[in-house]
């Protein structure tokens, strides 16, 4: 199923010059719509949080981040559990919901209340062809998680941030107001390559690397500067494409079409470097050669030694 992405003419927003750097003509030039239709995808995050102001539950949707800093928000209609999800279609339709940022849209994620990361959403797996035993049946009823949606309190009184990071700043959002509680322009003479949310020292921070080599880190959501270091300017574009970070502070990408570069930007993980450092190879000690046995030398071939006291 396919579904072209595009904005509505009531929905477009007013491109402010100070909001957006990338602001473009309302002229109907040929260049203008040359401009326009470039707006390409770059982001794209499932998750079940808030999709209007109104909104006093969280439901399933698409976040969508395009090359030009608009992320849009689709709702997507699950038919509910059983014979009926398995049967009807799933409905996707647009929320109305509009955000802005400078530069393409890189990395999305969401926060609870208490400033932990949401797990991505996600459907349990189900086994259709279930065994006639009874034991085995109640192993696979032990294996099945009991339900994937939260809880009616959940759902009234937990509010949830949306952290949204671009190549040039990065927002939170409080959902489901749609307010900017925090911004930061990350970088205003260079552009991020990578921006990540990872675990840090038991918090979530915003993990960048920019085009100038810097590595940076911002706490979540104030969006606090935490770690600003130069590290390896962009000389090769196989960095771009496959620079990441990961927890406990940690990065990784490939220097050569077969080697793995892996670098750390905590004083903790520096500290026990050693101890995870892996071995090539297991040492093991040589074993005793098995003593030979005299016919054994004597018909076996070859010309051997023969020690007079052996015989």
Not at 241 to 247: A, E, K, L, M, V
């Amino acid at each position: 199923m396919s579904r072209k992405l595009s904005l509505p003419t009531e929905l477009k927003p007013d491109l402010d010059v100070k909001d957006n750097s990338f602001s473009r003509s309302r002229s109907s030039s040929v260049t203008s719509i040359d401009k326009e239709s470039r707006e390409a995808i770059s982001a794209l995050h499932f998750c079940e949080t808030f999709t209007r102001k109104a909104d006093t539950s969280p439901s399933p949707c698409l976040w969508v981040g395009t090359t030009l800093g608009t992320v849009l928000v689709i709702v997507l209609n699950l038919p509910p559990g059983g014979e009926q999800r398995l049967l009807q279609p799933v409905i996707v339709s647009p929320s109305g919901t509009i955000l802005r940022l400078k530069g393409a849209i890189l990395r999305m994620a969401f926060l609870d209340t208490t400033g932990s990361l949401v797990p991505p959403a996600h459907e349990p797996w189900r086994e259709h062809n279930v065994p006639e035993d009874k034991d085995e049946k109640e192993k696979l009823k032990k294996r099945r998680p009991v339900s994937v949606s939260p809880s009616s309190s959940q759902e009234i009184s937990e509010n949830q941030y949306a952290v949204i990071c671009s190549e040039k700043q990065a927002k939170v959002i409080s959902l489901p107001s749609q307010n900017c509680i925090y911004k930061h322009n990350i970088t205003e003479t260079s552009f991020v390559l990578r921006g990540d949310i990872v675990s840090l020292s038991n918090s979530i921070c915003l993990a960048c690397f920019c085009a100038s080599g810097h590595i940076m880190a911002f706490s979540l959501p104030s969006l606090r500067p935490l770690l600003d270091v130069y590290y390896l300017p962009l000389t090769n574009m196989r960095i771009a494409r496959t620079f990441c970070f990961t927890n406990n502070g940690q990065a990784l990408y490939l220097v050569s079409p077969t080697e793995i570069q892996r670098l750390t930007y905590s004083q903790e993980t520096c500290e026990n470097l050693q101890e995870m450092l892996g071995e090539l190879f297991t040492p093991v000690e040589t074993p005793e050669a098995p003593n030979r046995g005299f016919f054994k030398g004597l018909f076996g071939g070859g010309a051997q030694s023969l020690d007079r006291e052996e015989l």
